[in-house]
């Protein structure tokens, strides 16, 4: 919670860890995990790889010992080397092509973030988009500063009950061992913001992360202030009750300007990360209101340099709010606008609705609009084409970024020394550039199929250790252990699928014909394995049905111990199975994955991408670097579902199966490892978190820099 105590206790020779500690720089880079890992293994495990929470607990004389051990010493100096060099990069991609925005800030607002289970504050892939964006804009020097939420009671771990359902086990925060600080001012008080919610008052807390050179400010409301309901305001992410979840995005959009403005920063552009953070845009009309501008002309005036990124077309994503509930909250807001009802009302007002809708707000406010997907842009032009009536669906101007993924926090860190060894050390530098990954072909065979063995077989030790956990502590019956994976063996082709569990995702289709899956898992000669993992919403009773039904055909001995559900799916989960899988399924239903990021991190790893045409896939699939379920064509959802079932097992019977055991005289795959480089070399520099990041910078970020300057128009 402070570094200081912690700073205090280590050794001098020592004296930095803390300052490590504190920086997520370590969580990317491996010098930063190899120190911390010495320093301690066994406590090291037992901190869940949180460095705070490692110094806090070991003992001192560890620390004395480690600060007279030469080799320690030894990693230590460079590891400290390597972090200020990178901390002190004054030659970064950012500096270097856009030296004369040095003094730029672009305000990121997002409502989670994924940095590192040490910091617990993200549902799903929003969040690890939020927090791969964070560390790529570190890499590359862009001055980003994050605006989120500090929720220390909205991580919840899943187990699943013998009958399959989810259970949700709150985690409680540890405030001493995250990787936070409060944020103070200059005579060291305690910085805050009041933000007016109804007829009263409340007030946020600011913390700071430290994520490589990227300042993430996170909000929290449990502070002696509040009334004890309002300190809950910041408990959990994404509640169900309509009323608080207005509250929370009043706090996050305008409470976030406010303490942007309390820590003295000016950002010259503003990005909002899905329009949860929309009213941001509200609340810096109403301080230029405040300073003697009209509503005309200061509405005019935000637009040009505010970018909007929208995530998802299915209507649960899009927040919209009753008109009654909007009344209550932005009635007293509306005056100081100088507005009326209607005209304020009609900002968020969806084409004869009666809501008001973030997106809606959001795509009026932000003269930069994005998708995040080449064909996710074209379903936003078509689904928000009434808000410019007068232009054609085309013409509709909203762009696309496609999403991509953090390396170095995804690749495992044996595919990484693969690359440096054949690909070149520049790698890390490299990963946008298509003509450096060619060489992924070079790469031998063997030692890229013994490579991938490698990740798979700790795949499978790591779910077979969770399983035995649950057998020895938690009393779970020995059908459990089964489901929980304790039956998978490495020689048999794996196939993973792991994402949250909602409707449109479809994780029981390919349940649709169980006979015919039995005989494709259970295949005496070439059998295949399906290792499933996922949460659902905690009040998404549909979602938790379908973890069931998988669950329940998992726990069937008709499948043979080769269906299993991973409980607790969560970032650290994530980095096994997208090392260890040999296919990464995805089946959504079409249109409706707008991106989709876990097929990217499986690919990088060398994990041939098996998916319906949808969203990244759509514009990542080039016949060779994996399959595709359907030819991207809708059709009435049913028959849909039929044929898109239909592909999945005709592939898995006709091409994956007989693909992946086809061996040659030394036991080599070669037409399967020709399409594990195929992904590699084709998707990483495509789908790398740096392409993206320098597209928002290149497309939009420095136009609306320039725009905000010199007030130019954006798109001329
Ligand atoms: C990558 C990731 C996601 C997002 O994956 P999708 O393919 O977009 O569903 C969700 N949760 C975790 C823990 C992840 O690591």
Redesign the pocket.
């Known amino acids: 919670m402070d570094m200081r105590p912690l700073a205090a206790r280590l050794p001098a020779p020592i004296g930095r860890l803390a300052e490590l500690a504190y920086n997520l720089w370590w969580s990317w880079h491996p010098e930063g995990r190899g120190l911390f890992r010495s320093l301690d293994r066994v406590l090291w495990k037992g901190a869940h790889h949180n460095p705070v929470k490692l110094l806090e607990d070991i003992p001192l004389q560890r620390l004395l010992a480690a600060a007279a051990d030469i080799s320690f010493l030894k990693e230590y100096d460079a590891a400290v080397k390597t972090f200020d060099a990178y901390m002190s990069q004054n030659s970064s991609w950012f500096a270097t092509h856009y030296g004369i925005l040095d003094r730029q800030t672009i305000a990121y607002f997002s409502a989670e973030y994924?940095i590192h289970n040490s910091l617990p504050i993200y549902a799903?892939?929003l969040g690890?988009l939020a927090g791969d964006y964070c560390k790529e804009a570190s890499d590359l020097g862009v001055p980003l500063v994050g605006i989120g939420f500090m929720y220390p009671q909205g991580y919840f771990h899943q187990h699943v009950s013998a009958d399959g359902w989810q259970e949700e086990l709150y985690e409680h925060l540890n405030f001493e061992g995250a990787p936070i600080s409060p944020a103070v001012s200059s005579q060291g008080e305690r910085l805050k913001v009041a933000i007016e919610l109804d007829s009263r008052t409340v007030w946020v807390a600011i913390w700071k992360v430290n994520i490589g050179r990227v300042n993430l400010f996170l909000m929290d409301t449990d502070i002696e202030e509040n009334s004890p309901q309002d300190r809950r305001l910041s408990a959990r992410l994404y509640v169900s009750d309509r009323e608080k979840r207005l509250q929370q995005e009043i706090l996050l959009g305008i409470g976030g300007v406010r303490i942007l403005r309390v820590l003295g920063i000016e950002p010259t552009v503003w990005h909002a990360n899905e329009g949860h953070a929309a009213f941001m845009m509200l609340e810096r009309v109403r301080e230029l209101v405040e300073k003697g501008m009209n509503f005309a002309e200061a509405v005019r005036r935000i637009p040009s340099n505010t970018v909007f990124t929208t995530h998802t077309p299915v209507p649960a994503g899009n927040d919209t709010f009753s008109f009654d509930l909007i009344e209550n909250y932005f009635h007293r807001y509306w005056e100081s606008l100088s507005l009326d009802k209607d005209t304020f009302l009609e900002l968020g007002r969806i084409k004869g609705e009666t809501s008001f809708s973030m997106t809606v707000l959001a795509l009026r406010m932000a003269d930069w609009r994005n998708g995040v997907s080449i064909l996710h842009g074209k379903t936003c032009r078509k689904m928000w084409q009434s808000l410019w009536p007068e232009v054609k669906e085309d013409d509709v101007p909203i762009t696309s970024v496609t999403n991509g993924v953090h390396i170095p926090t995804w690749l495992a860190p044996d595919m990484r020394n693969l690359y440096r060894k054949y690909l070149g050390k520049d790698w890390r530098e490299k990963q946008d550039d298509p003509d450096f990954w060619k060489r992924a072909m070079d790469i031998p065979d063997e030692e890229l199929w013994k490579t991938h063995l490698w990740l798979k077989r700790k795949l499978i030790s790591f779910v077979c250790d969770r399983s035995r956990r649950r057998w020895t502590e938690d009393n779970v019956t020995p059908g459990q252990v089964l489901t929980m994976g304790a039956l998978l063996d490495p020689e048999v082709l794996t196939i993973g699928f792991a994402?949250?569990f909602t409707d449109y995702?479809r994780a029981t289709l390919i349940l649709k014909d169980t006979q015919r899956l039995e005989r494709i898992v259970k295949n005496q000669s070439r059998p295949v394995q399906i290792i499933f993992a996922g949460k659902s919403h905690p009040a998404d009773e549909h979602g938790k049905h379908l973890i069931q039904q998988i669950y329940h055909i998992a726990k069937d001995p008709m499948f043979g111990g080769r269906i299993a559900f991973v409980e607790d799916?969560?970032?650290h989960l994530?980095r096994y199975l997208v090392h260890g899988m040999d296919v990464w399924l995805?089946t959504p239903r079409l249109l409706q994955e707008a991106?989709?990021?876990?097929?990217q991190?499986a690919a990088l790893n060398g994990i041939p991408h098996f998916s319906v045409l949808d969203g990244w896939w759509h514009e990542g699939y080039n016949g060779a670097n994996g399959w595709a379920i359907g030819n991207g064509q809708t059709s009435p959802v049913a028959s849909q579902d039929d044929q898109d079932a239909e592909a999945f097992y005709r592939l898995l019977e006709e091409e994956i199966v007989p693909l992946y055991y086809e061996r040659d005289w030394n036991g080599l795959p070669c037409g399967w490892i020709r399409v594990m480089k195929e992904a590699i070399s084709s998707i990483v520099p495509a789908f790398c978190a740096r392409r993206m990041v320098k597209e928002y910078v290149e497309r939009m970020y420095v136009k609306a820099a320039q725009a905000a300057e010199g007030m130019t128009t954006p798109h001329d």
């Not at 991106?595 to 097929?599: I, K």
């Open positions: 994924a799903g892939g690890v994402r949250r995702k799916y969560d970032m994530a995805n991106s989709g990021t876990s097929g991190k």
